[in-house]
């Protein structure tokens, strides 16, 4: 019932910025916790960010200073803003939302998105 579709991810030179973002739609769908994660080739899932919906926010130590989450709580969007990009930064980047569905009871449900590739390349 919910999808996440990301977009803005492509190309980006090192030292330059780039914005992605992913919207969590489905009838009824809240969400809690919403984040990012990456996940280069040969390499395990990590975590990038992530938002509460009250504003809280958790980052990485890699991306600290470089990466801001943001969101959009009655639009079920969440935002990563990447600033100063290294080649490092290269990436499969994987939304992720986590929360219930309203009237529905207690239970939470965890979707992720399809990925977008982020490229940073000179």
């Known amino acids: 019932q919910v999808q996440l579709v990301e977009s803005g991810g492509g190309l980006v030179q090192p030292g330059g910025s780039l914005r992605i973002s992913c919207v969590a739609s489905g009838s009824g769908f809240r969400a809690n916790v919403m984040g990012w994660y990456r996940q280069a080739p040969g390499k395990q899932r990590e975590l990038v960010a992530v938002i509460s919906t009250g504003g809280s926010t958790n980052y990485a130590d890699s991306v600290k200073g470089r990466f801001t989450i943001s969101r959009d709580n009655a639009k079920n969007t969440v935002y990563l803003q990447m600033n100063s990009l290294k080649p490092e930064d290269t990436a499969v980047y994987y939304c992720?939302?986590?929360?219930?569905?309203?009237?529905?009871?207690?239970?939470?449900?965890?979707?992720w998105g399809q990925g977008t590739q982020v490229t940073v390349s000179s």
């Open positions: 992720n939302a986590e929360g219930r569905y309203v009237g529905r009871g207690p239970t939470t449900y965890l979707y």
